[in-house]
Each structure stands twice: as C-alpha cells, then as structure tokens.
C-alpha cells in the first residue's frame, strides 16, 4: 500500500501501474493479487486511507487547541494541518487529493463517505466563525468552505519545495483565509449616535 500510494501520488489514476508498484515495493508484480484482487481494489484502499487519515489528522490537531480558542483561529489551524499533512507528510492523503476527480463510480462509495466525514469537520469550522460573528455577512458558508478547501488541495498540483518553503505556504495561506473570511477589524463596533439636531427657538 505505501508503494501504491507513492505511485498514484505522482502519476495518478490512469498512470499507475501494478509493475510500477511492484517495482517501488521491490517484489514481484503477480505477489500483489495475493493482497488484493485487482488494481482498482488496491486503488481504492489508497484512496480511501487517504481521505481518512487526513480527516484524523486534522481533527487531532483541532482537539488539542484550547477550548477557548477563537473559531478563525481554529480555521487556521486548520488550514495548516492540511497544508502540511498533504505536502510533507503523507503519500495518501496527497494520492486522495489529487485523484478524488478521477476515480469512477464504483470505486466512490467508501471514499465519499470519509470525504463527507471530512467536509463535516469544515463545515462546523465555518459554522462556528459565523455563529460568533467572525464570519463576513457577505459570504455564503458553503461556498466559502468549497472554496478554501478546493485552494487547499490545489496546492499538492503546483507546490514544489525547490521554489518555496512550506512554511511560506502556510503563513499566505493562513492570511488569505483570515482576511478574506473575516469581519473586517472595526466593522462590528458601535456606530456613535448620531447627533440631535438642535430645537429652534419658537416664534413669538
């Protein structure tokens, strides 16, 4: 499986082979059937590792913030442990990510189920923001979720550590997220009252 996950990482659905796997695992190709009935099966299991491991990760690294941790803040956080498990951690969940789109029917049926488990955890983020006023009235919640969420998983098609740090990518990601979801610092305060006209004198 961690050979597979490499392979399909890098060359996706339709370019992973079984020899290219047994090749990366260092055995012969026909020694995979004995662990899996088939290259779509083996696919599957990757893809749905992927999505679940991701899922985990993040709502791990969420559980340990203090509970009185702002809800933007628990987006960023977010938004980071994403980035990172994605890029640098895990062949699956960069495999689940980039091949979600390709993937045929068939083949779905686990892997929407952990992606629906994944999207519940971005859309209580997003709920909360708003629900504590920190989310913009302007914005539509889950647009703005599928949208953050697609900019993230972009991320495993262009990044290239030669070109950048990851830190660097987190640190604009964090900010595009923050100010682009977020009240606008002083929009909520109180607007003074405003001032009485004074009464004019009655005619006599």
Same mark, same amino acid.
């Given at each position: 499986?961690? *050979? @597979? &996950?490499?392979?399909?990482?890098?060359?996706?659905?339709?370019?992973?082979?079984?020899?290219?796997? @047994?090749?990366? &695992?260092?055995?012969? +190709? %026909?020694?995979?059937?004995?662990?899996?009935?088939?290259?779509?099966?083996?696919?599957?299991?990757?893809?749905?590792?992927?999505?679940?491991?991701?899922?985990?990760?993040?709502?791990?690294?969420?559980?340990?913030?203090?509970?009185?941790?702002?809800?933007?803040? #628990?987006?960023?956080?977010?938004?980071? +442990?994403?980035?990172?498990?994605?890029?640098?951690?895990?062949?699956?969940?960069?495999? &689940?990510?980039?091949?979600?789109?390709?993937?045929?029917?068939?083949?779905?049926?686990?892997?929407? +189920?952990? *992606?629906?488990?994944?999207?519940?955890?971005?859309?209580?983020?997003?709920?909360?923001?708003?629900?504590?006023?920190?989310?913009?009235?302007?914005? /539509? %919640?889950? @647009? =703005? !979720?599928?949208?953050?969420?697609?900019?993230?998983?972009?991320?495993?098609?262009?990044?290239?550590?030669? #070109?950048?740090?990851?830190?660097?990518?987190?640190?604009? &990601?964090?900010?595009?997220?923050?100010?682009?979801?977020?009240? %606008?610092?002083? /929009?909520?305060? =109180?607007? %003074?009252?405003? !001032?009485?006209? =004074?009464? #004019?004198? +009655?005619?006599?």
């Amino acid at each position: 499986m961690d *050979a @597979a &996950a490499h392979v399909l990482s890098r060359r996706g659905y339709s370019g992973t082979r079984l020899t290219d796997v @047994a090749e990366q &695992a260092q055995i012969q +190709a %026909p020694a995979i059937y004995y662990y899996y009935p088939s290259r779509e099966d083996l696919i599957e299991e990757v893809m749905w590792t992927g999505i679940s491991r991701m899922a985990d990760h993040v709502q791990k690294i969420l559980d340990e913030l203090p509970p009185e941790t702002a809800p933007m803040r #628990r987006i960023e956080t977010a938004v980071e +442990a994403h980035l990172r498990y994605a890029l640098e951690v895990s062949d699956y969940s960069t495999a &689940a990510v980039r091949n979600a789109g390709q993937l045929p029917d068939e083949l779905r049926t686990r892997y929407n +189920a952990e *992606a629906a488990r994944y999207g519940d955890l971005w859309r209580k983020l997003v709920q909360d923001a708003k629900a504590e006023g920190e989310l913009r009235d302007d914005l /539509e %919640p889950m @647009a =703005a !979720r599928m949208l953050v969420l697609g900019a993230l998983n972009w991320s495993t098609e262009w990044w290239n550590p030669r #070109r950048g740090s990851i830190d660097s990518v987190v640190r604009t &990601a964090q900010s595009l997220v923050r100010h682009g979801l977020s009240v %606008p610092e002083g /929009e909520t305060e =109180a607007k %003074p009252a405003p !001032r009485r006209r =004074a009464k #004019r004198p +009655a005619k006599v």
